[in-house]
């Protein structure tokens, strides 16, 4: 298919969303292009679910090179943005340059796909109003204090937006994010 499709992460980036992503654009034909904060090897981590706990638990993931940095996103030379989650979320969405390029992105009505904690980014964006979004459980108050809605679906698509709740979601986002760009 040979689309261009702009992967956002930085450290703290959930290891197996970004890797899954990457290859599946890849096995698409698609060109993957990872932006950080700044253009190096990312420390990826890997929260996972465990009995007796109240939230998720964090190991050490996979590293990964970012190919260029956000301030080098030019928005016109893609054809989506996918917004990982992990705990790199939680200071991304204080990048005023990501925030301009997500909002570039919804004002060209390109697609614009978020999983987990990536909808952190959407919501400080000021692109969760009005609109049925999904995510991790403990985002639902962000959604919703953003003018939101928040859904308990695996997969929630709302105009050029398709959310995703966990990596656990991976079969439904994606199959909606695949059907979307075809």
């Known amino acids: 298919m040979n689309r261009k499709i702009l992967i956002v992460t930085g450290d703290g980036g959930e290891s197996y969303e970004t890797l899954y992503a990457v290859h599946r654009f890849q096995e698409e034909g698609d060109i993957a ?15 996972d679910f ?8 964090e ?3 996979y590293c990964l090179s970012s190919d260029l940095t956000i301030e080098q996103v030019v ?39 978020a999983i987990c904690h990536g909808i952190q980014i959407l919501v400080t964006a000021g692109l969760a109003k009005s609109r049925t979004l999904t995510a991790y459980e403990h985002v639902r108050t962000e959604i919703e204090m953003g003018g939101g809605m928040y859904s ?15 990596w656990q979601s991976h079969p439904e986002f994606y199959r909606e994010v695949f059907a979307c760009l075809k």
């Open 50 to 57: 465990e009995l007796g706990w109240d939230t998720y638990v």
């Open 75 to 113: 928005v016109s030379d893609y054809d989506a943005i996918l917004l990982l989650g992990g705990r790199a979320p939680e200071y991304l969405r204080n990048h005023a340059g990501l925030l301009d390029v997500v909002r570039e992105f919804d004002r060209q009505e390109k697609w614009i796909f």
């Open 152 to 166: 308990t679906q695996q997969s929630v698509r709302d105009g050029n937006i398709i959310t995703g709740q966990t």
């Open 33 to 47: 292009v990872i932006a950080a904060p700044s253009k190096r090897r990312l420390n990826l981590v890997m929260h």
């Open 59 to 61: 190991r050490p993931g």
